[in-house]
């Protein structure tokens, strides 16, 4: 049967395992807006120049979910250069994949990622 | 997936058994051409002449005044471009909150486009009509019942007023109805209705995708939108679509099927089942002047997407607003035209009950949306605002 979203995005969205608000986040970024109906926000807390840990939180799409999610899990464990080279391809391979009017939700989810790291390195 | 309940009945309905028996001979065994002179042809001919009376029997309209198309989008194009062709400045008044394929085929006349305003609950004035009419304007386009919110225009009372001025006027002001929605629970006869042209879709009421009916009242020509051989009276030319205009005609006469009263029944234990169980929830358009079977709700803290698919897993069928879930970037410019913040109307949910709806499909909703509401807003981290 065809379906929209592969399993392993579905799997995510019904269980997400990062997610969560973070209250000893020491990088934090928000993105998307409400027009145009994502919005997500990405916690990290960094120590000695790793990632320790990463959750968001998403107002959004199965794939705005998914994603938020991946970008998570992707960057714990990483360097924060590490973290900052993974590309939208990376994570859309860990959907297996996603309809093409959904990949922007990845990018979106980068960015957050991104204004996280920025949020830590300004404090 | 344990249950399959449909709750997207705006959205196509499944072919009703008569229709269905009805159509099967028109395949295989009656496939004549009506064009055909010979047997084969006539008796299609004769099937979908059938179906001709059987729809204008429905609008109490003349025979004459029924045309197929394949489509009720095709219709409305049919209707608003074979008026509009032959007017050097049209003006049209019509609502912001009508279906694409009234509102694409207006944006892209030569008419100058006039939108009524549309109330907080959804529902148009027959007065803001009257206000908008001036020398040039040449047709007024409203829908009978809005398919998103499901709420219903007043077309008796439009009807009653365009007819009046109408009077007074050398160039007879049109006035048109998309009236797909209704045909399942409200009136729909054209003389009652005071309408000049009325447009209807087959799977929009337990017949068959691939037909429609266009009723042209008797004085209104509409000029050629495309060109072929002479069916349909030239307005819809090729060969007609014998089985879905069998099976739409047998739909139409079937439509006493519906179960307005009970469906409404169901209808509000939904929705105030709803309201009662899920915070942050409101019910979007008016609540009396509502189709039946529509209701439409946003929910704080949770987008519409994600709720169409966590119901899928529950195995309920549902719909909704957002952008997310559409092919653009915004989200319903109905629920937008109704006031509606981007974040709520983003945070929408359609559920449209139908004839295989039971009492137990909705406690089964009731049972499954809001656990599905409360996960959505913790990962959202949005509860609803107390």
């Given at each position: 049967?065809?379906e929209?979203?592969?399993?392993?995005t579905?799997e995510?969205?019904?269980?997400?395992?990062?997610?969560?608000?973070?209250k000893?986040?020491?990088g934090?970024?928000?993105?998307?807006?409400?027009?145009?109906?994502?919005?997500?926000?990405?916690?990290?807390?960094?120590?000695?120049?790793?990632?320790?840990?990463?959750?968001?939180q998403?107002?959004?799409?199965?794939?705005a979910?998914?994603?938020?999610?991946?970008i998570?899990?992707?960057?714990?464990?990483?360097?924060?250069?590490?973290?900052?080279?993974?590309?939208?391809?990376?994570?859309?391979?860990?959907?297996?994949?996603?309809?093409?009017?959904?990949?922007?939700?990845?990018?979106?989810?980068?960015?957050?990622?991104?204004?996280?790291?920025?949020?830590?390195?300004k404090? | 997936?344990?249950?399959?309940?449909?709750?997207d009945?705006?959205?196509?309905?499944?072919?009703?058994?008569?229709?269905?028996?009805?159509?099967?001979?028109f395949?295989?065994?009656?496939?004549?051409?009506?064009?055909?002179?010979h047997?084969?042809?006539?008796?299609?001919?004769?099937?979908?002449?059938?179906?001709?009376?059987?729809?204008?029997?429905?609008?109490?309209?003349?025979?004459?005044?029924?045309?197929?198309?394949?489509?009720?989008?095709?219709?409305?194009?049919?209707?608003?471009?074979?008026?509009?062709?032959?007017?050097?400045?049209?003006?049209?008044?019509?609502?912001?909150?009508?279906?694409?394929a009234?509102?694409?085929?207006?944006?892209?006349s030569?008419?100058?486009?006039?939108?009524?305003?549309?109330?907080?609950?959804?529902?148009?004035?027959?007065?803001?009509?009257l206000?908008?009419?001036?020398d040039?304007?040449?047709?007024?386009?409203?829908?009978?019942?809005?398919?998103?919110i499901?709420?219903?225009?007043?077309?008796?009372?439009?009807?009653?007023?365009?007819?009046?001025?109408?009077?007074k006027?050398?160039?007879?002001?049109?006035?048109?109805?998309?009236?797909?929605q209704?045909v399942?629970?409200?009136?729909?006869?054209?003389?009652?209705?005071?309408?000049?042209?009325?447009?209807?879709?087959?799977?929009?009421?337990?017949?068959?995708?691939?037909?429609?009916?266009?009723?042209?009242r008797?004085?209104?020509?509409?000029?050629?939108?495309?060109?072929?051989?002479?069916?349909?009276?030239?307005?819809?030319?090729?060969?007609?679509?014998?089985?879905?205009?069998?099976?739409?005609?047998?739909?139409?006469?079937?439509?006493k099927k519906?179960?307005?009263?009970?469906?409404?029944?169901?209808?509000?234990?939904?929705?105030?089942?709803?309201?009662?169980?899920?915070?942050?929830?409101?019910?979007?358009?008016?609540?009396?002047?509502?189709?039946?079977?529509?209701?439409?709700?946003?929910?704080?803290?949770?987008e519409?997407?994600?709720?169409?698919?966590?119901?899928?897993?529950?195995?309920?069928?549902?719909?909704?607003g957002s952008?997310?879930?559409?092919?653009?970037?915004?989200?319903?410019?109905?629920?937008?035209?109704?006031?509606?913040?981007?974040e709520?109307?983003?945070?929408?949910?359609?559920?449209?009950?139908?004839?295989g709806?039971?009492?137990?499909?909705?406690?089964?909703?009731?049972e499954?949306l809001?656990?599905?509401?409360?996960?959505?807003?913790?990962?959202?981290?949005?509860?609803?605002?107390?």
């Amino acid at each position: 049967m065809k379906e929209y979203y592969t399993k392993e995005t579905i799997e995510r969205f019904m269980n997400p395992g990062h997610m969560g608000e973070m209250k000893d986040a020491n990088g934090v970024g928000e993105v998307g807006n409400p027009q145009c109906g994502d919005q997500m926000t990405v916690y990290i807390k960094v120590e000695d120049g790793k990632i320790k840990n990463a959750s968001f939180q998403t107002l959004g799409c199965a794939a705005a979910i998914a994603t938020s999610d991946v970008i998570c899990e992707m960057v714990i464990g990483k360097d924060i250069k590490e973290a900052l080279s993974i590309t939208k391809e990376e994570m859309i391979e860990k959907l297996k994949k996603l309809p093409a009017v959904k990949v922007h939700c990845s990018s979106l989810a980068l960015e957050g990622l991104k204004k996280a790291i920025e949020d830590y390195e300004k404090k | 997936m344990t249950k399959n309940i449909y709750l997207d009945y705006a959205a196509t309905t499944p072919v009703d058994d008569s229709v269905q028996e009805e159509m099967a001979p028109f395949f295989s065994e009656k496939f004549g051409n009506p064009s055909s002179v010979h047997s084969f042809g006539q008796e299609a001919l004769f099937a979908i002449d059938k179906a001709r009376v059987r729809v204008a029997n429905f609008l109490g309209a003349r025979e004459r005044e029924v045309i197929f198309t394949s489509s009720a989008t095709q219709g409305n194009n049919l209707a608003l471009q074979g008026v509009l062709e032959k007017e050097e400045n049209p003006h049209v008044i019509t609502s912001p909150i009508e279906h694409k394929a009234v509102l694409e085929p207006l944006k892209n006349s030569k008419a100058e486009v006039d939108y009524l305003p549309v109330y907080r609950n959804g529902v148009v004035k027959a007065e803001d009509v009257l206000e908008k009419v001036k020398d040039e304007t040449v047709l007024v386009s409203v829908m009978y019942a809005n398919s998103e919110i499901g709420t219903i225009q007043p077309i008796e009372e439009i009807g009653k007023k365009i007819k009046e001025i109408n009077k007074k006027r050398k160039r007879k002001i049109v006035f048109h109805t998309d009236a797909v929605q209704a045909v399942n629970y409200l009136p729909c006869d054209v003389n009652r209705l005071g309408v000049d042209l009325l447009v209807m879709s087959g799977h929009k009421i337990y017949g068959p995708k691939g037909a429609g009916a266009l009723f042209v009242r008797e004085g209104i020509t509409l000029s050629p939108v495309f060109y072929g051989a002479s069916q349909e009276r030239k307005i819809n030319p090729g060969t007609e679509n014998v089985p879905a205009i069998v099976g739409l005609g047998k739909a139409i006469e079937e439509i006493k099927k519906n179960n307005p009263k009970k469906t409404k029944e169901l209808r509000d234990m939904m929705i105030t089942g709803i309201e009662e169980r899920i915070e942050g929830s409101f019910l979007n358009g008016d609540r009396e002047r509502r189709l039946p079977n529509n209701v439409n709700m946003s929910f704080e803290g949770v987008e519409g997407e994600s709720l169409v698919i966590a119901l899928d897993r529950e195995g309920i069928a549902s719909s909704t607003g957002s952008a997310c879930a559409s092919h653009s970037l915004s989200p319903s410019y109905v629920l937008l035209a109704l006031g509606l913040s981007h974040e709520m109307a983003h945070g929408s949910l359609r559920l449209t009950l139908g004839r295989g709806v039971t009492q137990g499909d909705v406690n089964y909703l009731l049972e499954k949306l809001p656990p599905v509401v409360e996960r959505l807003r913790e990962i959202s981290g949005r509860g609803s605002k107390k």
